[in-house]
């Protein structure tokens, strides 16, 4: 054992002897600006939140007695206690970046409530998932059904006990909290003892699941505590089929849930620091390039519906309102930081830059509350968490998210400082016995001042941002101009003995440039340096939009009136090097007018302003652009191709996408024998036995059930009931000529009177045959 261990820690120590590291949050202050606005905003919101409720489903499966009612929303649908994780996570990130002391105290009775909770249940186990501890002795036996999101019936059980696992460690690095830390040993000894009898191919199947982080968070407790048997569980829980197809450089992940995949990866990487596995660092790294370069768009976000699209069809990301999912770009950032300390690229600094400025501090609300999706469809908008309702993942995340602002600003290595972030802040670099103080108005002034406040030796290293352009980018000390040799994407390096009082003035001149969607469709972004830049376009009629979601299951979906495109404002120009007509809004910071180019809404008296700016609005971020000759051709060729679509979804009533998680999971999926499963792009579920979805008809309108089916199951034969009523016997059809068809069957008064306002759809496979595939679900009208 002893030699095991002294291998483990050699081994750690040698693969991180080059790593350049982030500094402690608690060495890192914020000083007033847009992201000291959010962390302020985000505290009192986490503040709102009331601890006992979200303690509630510990106790509760504990067997003791919750001091409060839980919270409802996801947090009493399945994914209970999930919740509560994220917030012991952001309660540690808040008071290392601010040294709050209600936090602290709020940290320490949290965690000594699930303290109570662990050792009730008597074998190191701790969560809140509903009849979770018999669910996990089933799968300690062997006992094992996964899908998609789902391990003998839970809803992504490891997801969500991931979440207590990093609160936990986030409790303990962040806060100091030894509690944790025992309580974090001794959950991973649970987890040890709950796997050690699956077999690899019984891993795999289980891994299938949405399951976060679980082997990034063993690589933790691995350093932490010295232990090889716990990296051992981390390459367990790497998933492998998800790793091979990276490692080869291939690109699989059309079709697949974007947010699953993100962890994994984080993983991966965080393994091959600590052991300098290749196959792993080259996974996560072509994973990394691949998103950012073809699967992301201008705020840095990615997927549509929670799910990587065709890469080479961005159609969906216009067509559809669930667009970039918060939670993706939280997780894509964590991976780029980790990146970034094993290779010191520009591009990574590029990269956090635009996704914390475009999508993550756009993603809460001034006044309070989080964003799940941020529609990229023109003239949609945006519905925003209300601190009591909505339990969602993008709730847990965007409180960590805006806790962490200080995070990546600075780094280090060696003697050399990285300047990653101009951030109106402070550092203290306590080995070299120094404070950076960085000042600033970025991005509304295109520089910023960097100070030192005692003597000290190092080289400080400044990003030279893609977005200035080449020869533009001015650096002086001390009012002295300073040649740069380093060109955009790399570093500005000054040595020198620094004395205090030195200041560093780094002018960044901004420009405005057009980047066209990653498909190269006719569809542009406007950025102003890193910023991207929307337009408020106008309500649709008289409409009142509730920017505040309720606490229903799928509340976290903007759900009113989709505009049709050949509504939604236009660049018109005769070519696309139309940029000279922006020109600044007098006396309005980082706001644009173009004048003559907008043609739709308010034509030429839209104003582009910051999106991270813009809310409880109808915007416009993706622009299409046209000659004059061809506006009013291109408005009719929108308008017809979207009507079709638009009228099926003013029949619908309500829909699921079979084999897509999130849908399912809103619409209460069941089964046995169930799988699902991607064919040409497009998500199915089948079952050997049957599988079940709850759909909604609030006002009992619902006359016919809309299915999709694929030529390729031609001869499948199974019953569809609806409230426990047989509606329809079907064997697939033989002689279709497309390969994905659609059939009606009629709702018989009977099935919807019983029960107006909530119909089960159950598919029931016959002897000897499977049900499904169903591609696509619709209740219609």
């Known amino acids: 054992m002893k030699t095991r261990l002294a291998a483990l820690v050699l081994l750690v120590a040698g693969a991180c002897a080059q790593a350049a590291e982030l500094f402690p949050l608690a060495d890192v202050r914020l000083k007033p600006g847009p992201f000291l606005d959010a962390q302020t905003t985000d505290l009192n919101y986490m503040m709102a939140m009331e601890p006992d409720r979200l303690l509630a489903p510990f106790l509760r499966e504990a067997g003791l007695a919750p001091r409060q009612p839980s919270y409802g929303n996801w947090e009493s649908t399945g994914l209970d206690g999930h919740m509560g994780g994220h917030y012991l996570s952001a309660l540690a990130l808040m008071y290392a970046s601010t040294g709050d002391a209600e936090t602290l105290r709020r940290l320490n009775y949290f965690v000594a409530e699930l303290k109570r909770a662990q050792a009730a249940n008597g074998e190191g186990y701790l969560g809140g998932i509903p009849g979770g501890r018999q669910a996990w002795r089933d799968v300690a036996a062997g006992r094992l059904e996964a899908d998609n999101f789902s391990v003998n019936g839970k809803w992504v059980p490891w ?84 790793l091979q197809p990276l490692a080869k450089r291939q690109d699989k992940l059309t079709g697949l849930h974007a947010n699953t995949q993100i962890p994994k990866v984080i993983g991966f990487q965080r393994i091959a620091g600590m052991t300098g596995r290749q196959d792993m660092g080259d996974a996560a790294k072509f994973f990394w390039q691949t998103v950012v370069d073809r699967r992301t768009v201008a705020i840095g976000g990615n997927s549509v519906k929670e799910h990587f699209h065709d890469e080479k069809d961005f159609g969906p990301m216009i067509n559809e309102v669930e667009g970039p999912e918060t939670c993706n770009t939280y997780n894509m950032i964590k991976l780029t930081q980790m990146l970034f300390e094993s290779e010191q690229k520009g591009s990574y600094g590029d990269y956090v830059e635009r996704a914390l400025y475009n999508h993550i501090l756009s993603s809460q609300r001034p006044g309070g509350g989080f964003v799940y999706f941020t529609p990229m469809r023109p003239n949609h908008y945006r519905v925003y968490s209300q601190v009591d309702k909505g339990m969602w993942c993008c709730v847990g995340s965007g409180i960590e998210s805006h806790a962490k602002y200080g995070e990546f600003i600075y780094a280090h290595e060696g003697d050399a400082l990285f ?152 660049l018109v120009s005769d070519s696309i090097d139309f940029l000279r007509r922006f020109k600044p809004v007098k006396g309005k910071s980082l706001t644009f007018a173009a004048p003559r180019l907008v043609r739709g809404a308010a034509g030429s008296a839209t104003e582009f302003v910051p999106f991270f700016r813009l809310h409880d609005s109808r915007y416009t971020m993706y622009w299409q652009h046209s000659t004059p000759a061809n506006f009013e051709r291109m408005r009719a060729e929108n308008a017809a191709r979207e009507a079709e679509r638009l009228a099926l979804d003013a029949r619908t009533i309500d829909e699921v996408a079979p084999g897509e998680q999130q849908p399912e999971s809103d619409h209460f999926f069941k089964g046995e024998g169930s799988e699902a499963g991607v064919n040409s792009g497009r998500h199915w579920r089948h079952a050997s036995k049957w599988f079940s979805y709850e759909l909604n008809d609030p006002k009992g309108e619902a006359k016919l059930l809309r299915l999709t089916f694929a030529k390729a199951d031609a001869g499948r034969r199974f019953d569809v009931e609806v409230n426990g009523l047989l509606v329809a016997e079907i064997t697939l059809a033989t002689d279709v000529a497309q390969d994905f068809y659609i059939v009606d069957y009629p709702l018989p008064a009977s099935v919807t009177a019983s029960t107006p306002r909530k119909l089960s759809i159950r598919f029931v496979a016959k002897q000897g045959s499977v049900a499904g595939g169903l591609y696509g679900l619709r209740l219609l009208r």
């Not at 030894?178 to 009898?197: G, N, P, Q, T, V």
């Not at 080449?470 to 101009?481: C, I, M, Q, R, Y």
């Open 159 to 242: 997801y969500n006990l991931h979440k207590v696992y990093a609160g936990l460690r986030d409790a303990y690095k962040y806060a100091g909290n030894e509690d944790a830390r025992a309580m974090l040993i001794s959950l991973s000894d649970w987890a040890l003892r709950l796997s050690a009898r699956l077999s690899p191919e019984q891993m795999e199947q289980m891994l299938r699941s949405e399951h976060g982080g679980m082997n990034e968070i063993f690589a933790d407790v691995a350093q932490m505590t010295g232990d090889r048997k716990y990296l051992d569980l981390a390459l367990r829980f790497s998933h492998q089929a998800v």
């Open 419 to 570: 300047v990653n972030l101009f951030i109106p802040s402070t550092l203290h670099w306590r080995e070299k016995g120094v404070r950076i103080t960085q000042g600033t108005r970025f991005p509304d002034q295109g520089g910023t001042r960097l100070t030192v406040d005692a003597p000290a030796r190092f080289t400080m290293k400044i990003r030279y941002p893609s977005w200035v352009a080449a020869g533009k980018l001015v650096v002086k000390v001390n009012g002295k101009a300073v040649k740069v040799y380093a060109r955009p994407g790399g570093y500005v390096s000054i040595t020198r003995a620094w004395s205090k009082g030195d200041a560093i003035d780094i002018q960044l001149p901004m420009t405005t440039r057009l980047e066209q969607m990653p498909d190269k469709s006719n569809y542009y972004a406007v950025l102003h340096g890193p910023i991207v830049l929307a337009a408020k376009t106008r309500m649709f009629g008289d409409e009142k939009l509730n920017f505040l979601a309720d606490e229903s299951r799928m509340g976290h979906i903007a759900q009113g009136q989709v505009c049709p495109l050949e509504a939604a404002p236009m």
